[in-house]
């Protein structure tokens, strides 16, 4: 079971992303299920890593990730192939369109979501202890 445990967190990540593009822009993408898993996946390993690092801290690693990979799947998806799955030119502080600073605040947000989800669910499924968070 414990193999199995990264794919499952990558699942319910994916997941849990399609469904916040969905309520809140009304439309996905299935590369976005790729992107949420990955970020939900790696968030949780940096939790898991830096259990005694400061939750602010971890906020913000896990919005640089999810920053990176949201920069490199656009450049994929939207700039090589063409596919238009999002478009942030009209944003302030964008880079090439795929990236910018209001969503990575966005980012920066979610990320305690996320690590906090990320030990309920391994509490829930797998028995582990859920941590108690410092600021500092």
């Given amino acids: ?14 997941l849990i992303y399609v469904l916040i ?5 009304g439309r996905s993408h299935w590369s976005m299920f ?3 898993g990955l970020a939900f996946f790696l968030i949780g ?4 890593k ?12 896990g919005a640089i990730v999810i ?10 998806v939207n700039l090589w192939l063409g596919w ?8 302030p502080f964008n880079l090439l369109g795929q990236i910018c600073l209001p969503f990575t605040v966005i980012w920066f ?14 509490h829930i499924l797998w028995g582990e202890d859920i941590p108690h968070y410092k600021w500092r």
């Fill in 45 to 48: 390993c940096i939790n898991e």
């Fill in 21 to 25: 593009e969905l309520i809140a822009r």
């Fill in 109 to 122: 947000f979610l990320s305690a979501v996320a690590v906090v989800l990320d030990d309920w669910i391994r």
């Fill in 67 to 76: 920053t990176a990979l949201e920069f490199v799947c656009g450049c994929i």
């Fill in 50 to 61: 830096c259990r005694k690092m400061p939750l602010v801290r971890q906020m913000l690693i």
């Fill in 84 to 91: 238009n799955v999002w478009d942030y030119s009209n944003m």
């Fill in 1 to 14: 079971m414990k193999k199995l445990r990264p794919l499952i967190l990558f699942g319910i990540g994916g």
């Fill in 34 to 36: 790729i992107v949420g």
